[in-house]
């Protein structure tokens, strides 16, 4: 069975321009959750989608957007990028609703310059 | 917000010793997870033990929850090169409105 895919492994972006995150789930995970991960503040929650529904929010600014369409795929969003948005976005996929375990998948290392 | 916090931040140790983590979190938990990172990769679970569980084993890990201390401790045996790594513990707590809060982490070194 194929692992979470993220896609694009590596971006590079400037201050102001807005990206787009792709995230594939393990086949039949119906449970999508963002994380951002950098050395200052460590591994963050995003966000978590099932079943088309966001589920729950981290603390994080309105700039950052997510979505999960009916095939489970989730893409997540940011407007506006500001220099502390470089990070390590990390996806994982559960089954259910419920967190145990997550998979994840190897990220988007995210470049703001 | 950190809910849990590694201790050591950074440990290395001989090929073939015994690695002991610490982890300690705030507010009562639903269950406690540990995941793996090897460098610029994503994490790799490794073990859960729920709130009503004492120790958990699987294979070279062990794991203990003190709710009393909110406290937990990955040991891993037999220590090979390819375990060098960062281990989180991960915490999920209440409804899980704040998804998995994770502390930041304790980088592993195995000397060959």
């Known amino acids: 069975k194929a692992g979470v895919t993220q896609t694009p492994r590596y971006l590079i972006k400037t201050r102001g321009q807005q990206v787009t995150l792709s995230c594939s789930p393990i086949s039949g995970h119906r449970s999508v959750s963002w994380y951002q991960q950098t050395p200052g503040q460590g591994l963050q929650f995003l966000f978590e989608y099932f079943s088309e529904t966001q589920r729950n929010k981290g603390n994080f600014p309105g700039r950052f957007s997510g979505r999960q369409f009916s095939n489970s795929r989730s893409e997540m969003n940011v407007s506006t990028l500001e220099l502390g948005d470089s990070a390590l976005y990390l996806c994982?996929?559960?089954?259910?609703?419920?967190?145990?375990?997550?998979?994840f998948g190897d990220g988007t290392r995210l470049s703001i310059l | 917000s950190q809910q849990g916090e590694e201790d050591p931040q950074a440990l290395s140790i001989q090929e073939g010793e015994n690695a002991t983590m610490n982890c300690s979190y705030k507010t009562s938990i639903n269950n406690l997870q540990w995941y793996r990172q090897n460098s610029g990769r994503g994490l790799v679970h490794l073990i859960l033990?729920?709130?009503?569980?004492r120790e958990k084993h699987s294979g070279r890990l062990r794991v203990t929850l003190d709710t009393s201390k909110k406290s937990s401790s990955l040991l891993i045996t037999a220590s090979r090169a390819a375990d060098t790594a960062s281990y989180f513990c991960?915490?999920?707590?209440?409804?899980?409105?704040?998804?998995?809060?994770f502390g930041k982490g304790t980088h592993l070194i195995i000397q060959p």
């Open positions: 991960a915490t999920e707590s209440g409804g899980g409105a704040d998804g998995l809060t």
């Open positions: 033990i729920r709130s009503n569980e």
């Open positions: 994982a996929s559960s089954p259910g609703t419920g967190r145990e375990p997550q998979h």
